[in-house]
């Protein structure tokens, strides 16, 4: 609406004008408030008669509404039919040394990009870990078989955290945070996957050992303006570390930070802190000041961040803390939108899990029940108990993939606890793998 100023002057819209008004009826005025007043009630009454006439407008707003509403039900009502019928099997892992069969738990599982392989971290009974790489294939005939690689290495040093790293390919590196023990410092290590399999042609790639204090948490930027590029997240600091040539960017943060994830389509990092604050850091900003201005984006979780992970479309951003909080953030407002309810956690390091694919969120609680949610509308789609009995030391991991074992693998939910692996395939025709090691 056009506000006038003077009140001796009317502005005319369609002719885009003003005119001169003047009190009284007159054939020398013909423009007075009273038949300005008119005007604008015939006009409003030209409008409803012409919606009267077409009633039908109305209810197909209606029908657009509905359908829309329906189809969201509709997609969700998919889901749950389809999470409702996951049944769980237990998978055996087949490996060249038969006579050794895993007797040490689970402690960690990370797939790469294609759900192919599976970093694996195992506890050993005489202290400190073992780790090592499970392959996996999907087979037309709707199974899925599990073959542990031949090399495991065995280290006295706690991980605390693990990410895939593409050096000279995709997923062709393994990152690892180990804590430092007696005189040794902590250190970030990058090793080549076909280091794990004596059966790989390929000789070993680039090896290498950063010196880093104890790091919380890791990343790997795929973004090519920061190429082979790394970030840890340490008691108060960020490091962001050029792998190639070492060169170092040291960011001071004020608090832990516990988990972080690259951005695709920007060298920006986001952080979660121990604080509860979510920030992020555009790599291609020179300032590092003490005032914080380099931080891009900053919100705040009400408890400790134990996982972000970022939406495809990058303007959404998902977040978990330590009081079984996770809230869904539009980063562009900085508010949230969403929220789902019922994890539990209280002080455990428990990442989320993400399929947009399908459309579902999984986060394990820290009372080791699985729980999915509809990524779209926050419904909790379905709670799965753990096949052990619940204990700080029998947490479950999980992964989740549309194509576990590859192009051609299949869609379900891969669960490591204790020393046993379970598959909940996503579809109906899945059989147990009963062939022998190679066949497929």
């Known amino acids: 609406k056009h506000v006038v100023r003077d009140p001796c002057f009317y502005f005319d819209p369609e002719k885009n004008r003003y005119f001169r008004l003047l009190p009284g009826h007159n054939n020398c005025n013909p423009l007075t408030r009273e038949m300005l007043e008119t005007k604008?009630?015939?006009?409003?009454?030209?409008?409803?008669?012409?919606?009267d006439e077409h009633p039908n407008k109305g209810i197909w707003h209606f029908q657009m509404v509905?359908?829309?509403?329906?189809?969201?039900?509709?997609?969700?009502?998919?889901?749950?039919?389809k999470v409702s019928e996951m049944k769980r099997h237990k998978l055996e892992v087949q490996s060249s040394d038969s006579n050794s069969p895993n007797t040490d738990n689970f402690r960690l599982i990370v797939a790469d990009s294609a759900c192919e392989q599976v970093f694996t971290v195992n506890d050993v009974s005489h202290g400190g870990c073992k780790y090592g790489i499970m392959n996996f294939r999907g087979c037309r005939k709707g199974s899925l078989s599990v073959e542990m690689c031949d090399n495991l290495y065995f280290?006295?040093?706690?991980?605390?955290?693990?990410?895939?790293?593409?050096?000279?390919?995709?997923?062709?590196?393994?990152?690892?945070?180990?804590?430092?023990?007696?005189?040794?410092?902590?250190?970030?290590s990058l090793l080549p996957a076909s280091l794990f399999s004596n059966s790989n042609p390929d000789q070993p790639g680039m090896l290498c050992s950063f010196k880093i204090?104890?790091?919380?948490?890791?990343?790997?930027?795929?973004n090519p303006q920061a190429d082979k590029t790394f970030s840890t997240g340490l008691s108060r600091h960020v490091i962001v570390t050029d792998a190639v040539t070492g060169r170092r960017q040291t960011y001071s943060t004020g608090s832990d930070v516990l988990t972080q994830q690259f951005a695709l389509r920007a060298p920006v990092l986001f952080n979660g802190c121990r604080s509860g604050e979510i920030f992020s850091i555009d790599l291609r900003?020179?300032?590092?000041?003490?005032?914080h201005s380099w931080k891009t984006c900053r919100f705040y979780q009400d408890s400790a961040v134990t996982s972000v992970r970022l939406l495809q479309d990058e303007n959404y951003l998902l977040a978990a803390d330590m009081l079984g909080k996770i809230k869904l953030w539009d980063v562009r407002v900085k508010r949230s939108v969403k929220q789902y309810e019922g994890h539990h956690n209280e002080y455990a390091y428990l990442p989320l899990h993400l399929s947009e694919q399908e459309?579902?969120?999984?986060?394990?609680?820290?009372?080791?029940?699985?729980?999915?949610?509809?990524?779209?509308?926050?419904?909790?789609?379905?709670?799965?108990?753990s096949p052990h009995p619940a204990g700080k030391d029998s947490?479950?991991?999980?992964?989740?993939?549309?194509?576990?074992?590859?192009?051609?693998?299949?869609?379900?939910?891969?669960?490591?606890?204790?020393?046993?692996?379970?598959?909940?395939?996503?579809?109906?025709?899945?059989?147990?793998?009963?062939?022998?090691?190679?066949?497929?």
């Open 40 to 51: 604008e009630q015939e006009k409003k009454r030209a409008k409803l008669l012409v919606e």
């Open 213 to 222: 204090s104890t790091a919380w948490s890791c990343a790997w930027c795929l």
């Open 66 to 81: 509905y359908i829309k509403a329906l189809t969201v039900l509709f997609i969700r009502l998919v889901h749950e039919v």
């Open 155 to 188: 280290t006295n040093r706690k991980m605390t955290s693990v990410c895939w790293a593409s050096v000279t390919h995709s997923d062709s590196h393994v990152l690892l945070c180990l804590v430092g023990i007696s005189q040794t410092p902590g250190c970030v």
């Open 359 to 385: 459309g579902l969120l999984l986060a394990v609680g820290q009372d080791c029940y699985t729980r999915l949610w509809s990524l779209r509308d926050g419904h909790l789609i379905r709670t799965i108990p």
């Open 395 to 440: 947490i479950p991991n999980v992964v989740f993939s549309s194509q576990l074992g590859g192009r051609r693998g299949l869609p379900g939910l891969l669960m490591a606890v204790q020393r046993d692996l379970y598959y909940y395939p996503y579809n109906n025709d899945y059989q147990d793998w009963t062939g022998p090691k190679g066949q497929g």
């Open 285 to 291: 900003q020179r300032g590092r000041g003490r005032d």
